[in-house]
């Protein structure tokens, strides 16, 4: 087991940029003589009909029937980097990766679990074993190998789950790598005295029972991202797109998901792989606390590597990318 300690005390060096509010009248004059240019032309020429054209998206249809969307980027020849992503979000939350790794030459893949995103909001199937089996469809529809699969929260037990019972067996996976991952077990048992208590997670049940749309709005204004530390500043957009990517998934799935990331215990498929792990954590995750995720984890891993954030939140893919994504080329490519 390796550790190692990253000090980000450092304050955040992001800015949110202010648009020019002469914009909208400078704009108006000259989209107005548009507009009428445009309707003049549209009344001198003949009206023809199109058939609708939808957008068109990649999916794949599991055994079960499921449609699951996926995303893939980059040259079909490079090596394969396939993203898995946290509850209740969407391969979106991968933009900041996806964009970086892409533009570095790697083949970049990540697909909307059942349930979430654009993926088919089916009734049943909203337990890890389905989530790792919807994965190995994607991966094997495109047919990736020598791939790093990368999981953030319920991801990385997604990423556990799929390595240790389809992608190790197929000889599919290089590397594997957990960020603010849940495993091996979120819920305090008698045999897990440090995890949280039933109570949390039924507190996430009523959250989405009784307003999604303002839990969705709360979490990530809080402790997600770190926004309620004293001293911290909250960015609009990234809360914004958070809830955006929370609400266009099924309220079934997030709520049936939760007892999936709080009591899916995944000690023995830690145990299982054998494949270079990278454990990535921030200190201060205040969603799935270090002490009961990671350093627990690189323990139960035959080649795991631990590596932890200091001040760093659970949504630290997203606030300090730059950082997150540095790191993750290094393990990579090493």
Known sequence: MNVDAHDSTDPQRRQVLALGAGLGTALALPLAASLAAAGDAQAATPATSHPPQGPQMSTITTKDGTT???????????????FHHGWPLSSDDWDAQLLYFVQRGFRVVAHDRRGHGR?????DGHDMDHYAADAFAVAEHLNLRNAVHIGHSTGGGEVARYVAKHGQPSGRVAKAVLVAAIPPLMLKTASNPEGLPLEVFDG??????DNRAQFFLDVPSGPFYGF??????????????????????????????IKAFSETDQTEDLKAITVPTLVMHGDDDQVVPIHDSALKAVKLLKNGTLKVYKGYSHGMLTVNADVLNADLLAFIKG
């Open 68 to 82: 699951i969307f996926y995303k893939d980027w980059g040259p079909k020849s490079a090596q394969p980097l396939m």
């Open 119 to 123: 993926s088919a909001q089916v009734s």
């Open 228 to 257: 309620n530390r004293p001293g911290a500043k909250p960015l609009p957009g990234v809360i914004n797109n958070w809830w955006r990517q929370g609400m266009a998934g099924s309220a079934k799935a997030h709520y049936e998901g």
């Open 204 to 209: 996430f049940r009523k959250g989405v029972a």
